[in-house]
C-alpha cells in the first residue's frame, strides 16, 4: 500500500493540513486541492489511487463534483470518499448514490483515520482487480 497516492479535496485549511499530516505518516503520496473545480483537473493529470472528497466545498459542492468525476472515462474508475460533518442528513445517500465507496465524518477519528482509508483502499483496489 506504501507510496499510494490520496487526493485530498477539502476546503479547510486546518482540515486539509491534519488529513494530509496523517497519511503522509501512514507512508501514502498526498495531492490536496482546496476546490472541486482544481481537484477534478488535479484527478484527471494526476490519477491518484483515492479522492477524499469534502461534500461542503465552495462552487461545485463534492456530490457534483463525484457525479462529474464518475462521467469523466478517464477518472470513472478512482474510489471516492466522501467527507462530510453533516453525519446525521442526507448526506451519505447521496454520497453512495454519486458514487462514492465510503463515507466518513468530520471531525475524523484521528486513532482510526489511517488504517481506515488503508482499509478501504484495499477493499476498492481488490474490487477493481475483480
Ligand atoms: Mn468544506
Redesign the pocket.
Known sequence: MSHATILII???PMNMELASDLLLDEGFDVIGAEDAVKGIEMAKADHPDLILM?L??PGLDGIQATHLLKEEASTRDIPVIALTAHAMSNHSAMAKEAGCIAFISKPIDVMQFPDQISELLEEAQSVAAG
Open positions: 477539502e476546503d479547510n469534502d461542503q466545498l
